[in-house]
């Protein structure tokens, strides 16, 4: 598979003619400013301790705190982290919302692990990284494999931590909950977070059919990864009133030209264990009126929009001639690598870049943030009226760049994200430090 820290480096370069910043901040920019290690010793339930590999890159604060989800995958390494980092800073700087960028992550698969295992495995995380994080350092979130009992178990683990060092030291965080987003409502979560993403995206699909001319109800919609992100956009893509045709997880899709009901066809997949081996329609699931397919088979499917919602490098340049959709959004994290994306350009595929497309997480994050320090919780409604218009504002902002620029969103997203960034270098009276700590 393509690197993606060395992707993630060749999209700043693509913006690089473009921006008015000094060449040797750019060259900063393609460097975490602080990447830490950490091995997390965790007892088993059999007893012995376990060692598993974690990290934190925390590319950029020059706008706010950093900020960043945390991953749990077997594949999780350096070069993933890094990139995973770069593309959180211009996340944030694309939608405009105070934070910088940082991604962490640990290397295992926790789909073989106890509750218990996990719950150890997670506050072992939060005590060994909890020196870097705070409300005003660095906020993590969730991210692949992680949820909101993740972030409970972290944020109870810090402010255990916070207790004990208030003993010694009179001192206390004033502001406990804002360490960490993504929580349980019980625990100073916001109501939208767990939608937010996939609610977000569907807000980009809307305003991009629009200017493709897209109708609707004919515009055909095959959605790759169906966890929390594609289930949510297959949700609100349903019901905005496009349709989708096929729905894939990491054991096969399904192709359903009728139109798919995201709500039963999730029900079927957690009760089957995978989607393949279900088609919904009314209150009937079985196979009959769609056909099961696969992975590979969806992202190759003549239909409008192709929306890949699980893990990176899944368009790559093995598959990328194949594929026939006329827009792709990317939901996921780099699910286009970068030779992906040039080839598609050419082919005059419209390619909305993940910086912009699925923003709307960071954005309830940032929400949630506010909420917390403020202690002021808001509705639902409220949370989606305000998601709802940051999105747009993105999105218009992307749109009108890539015009007077004459380039594609992808690289108008980036000319944005970096120069925003650039600015607030600039203005915080930049010093070249060199490659970064490493
Ligand atoms: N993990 C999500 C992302 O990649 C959300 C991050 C956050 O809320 O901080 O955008």
């Known amino acids: 598979m393509e690197n993606p820290y060395q992707d993630a480096i060749k999209q700043l370069e693509e913006a690089r003619p473009y921006l008015d910043a000094p060449a040797d901040m750019v060259e900063q920019l393609k460097f975490p400013k602080r990447f830490i290690r950490k091995l997390l010793s965790v007892k088993m339930d059999d007893g012995k301790i376990r060692k598993f590999p974690a990290f934190r890159s925390q590319h950029n604060d020059a706008r706010g705190p950093f900020k960043g989800g945390i991953r749990y995958h077997p594949q999780v390494n350096e070069a993933e982290m890094k990139a995973l980092s770069l593309w959180m800073t211009w996340k944030c700087a694309v939608v405009g919302i105070p934070f910088g960028g940082a991604k962490g992550g640990v290397v295992v698969d926790p789909k073989t692990l106890s509750s218990g ?64 987003t993504g929580k349980p409502v019980a625990l100073g979560g916001s109501l939208g977070r767990e939608e937010a993403t996939g609610f977000g995206g569907s807000i980009i699909l809307k305003l991009l059919a629009a200017k493709l001319g897209l109708k609707k109800r004919h515009a055909t919609i095959a959605i790759q990864g169906f966890g929390n992100v594609g289930y949510w956009f297959a949700h609100f893509a349903d019901k905005a009133g496009f349709t989708v045709v096929a729905a894939g997880d990491s054991k096969g899709a399904v192709s359903v030209p009728k139109g798919l009901n995201p ?37 190759t499917l003549d239909v409008d929009v192709l929306v890949p919602a699980a893990m990176e490098g899944v368009i790559g340049i093995h598959n990328v001639q194949s594929v026939r959709a006329k827009a792709i959004i990317e939901m996921a994290n780099g699910p286009v690598t970068e030779a992906a994306a040039v080839v598609l350009r050419k082919k005059g595929v419209v390619l909305v870049p993940d910086i912009l497309a699925n923003a709307g997480g960071v954005t ?9 320090l403020s202690g002021y919780y808001w509705t639902k409604t409220l949370v989606f009226e305000r998601l709802g218009e940051i999105m747009e504002a993105a999105f218009a902002a992307v749109w009108e760049l890539a015009q007077e620029k004459k380039v594609d969103l992808h690289t108008a997203a980036y000319i944005l994200a970096v120069q925003r960034v650039a600015d607030a270098m600039m203005l915080r009276g930049h010093r070249a430090e060199g490659k970064g700590n490493f």
Not at 154 to 179: F, H, L, R, T
Not at 364 to 372: G, L, R
């Open 263 to 299: 709500q039963l066809t999730l029900a079927c997949k957690e009760e089957k264990g995978k989607i393949a081996s279900c088609y919904c329609v009314g209150s009937v699931c079985d196979l009959r009126h769609g056909k099961a397919i696969s992975d590979d088979e969806l992202l």
């Open 117 to 180: 295992e996990l719950e150890r495995l997670s506050r072992a995380y939060m005590r060994v990284f909890a020196p870097y994080f705070g409300a005003w350092k660095d906020v993590p979130a969730p991210d692949l494999n992680t949820n909101a009992q993740i972030m409970a178990w972290m944020v109870d683990e810090y402010q255990k931590i916070q207790s004990q060092k208030s003993k010694v030291k009179s001192q206390n965080d004033e502001s406990p909950y804002a360490v960490i």
């Open 364 to 372: 309830a994050s940032y929400f949630e943030w506010v909420q917390n």
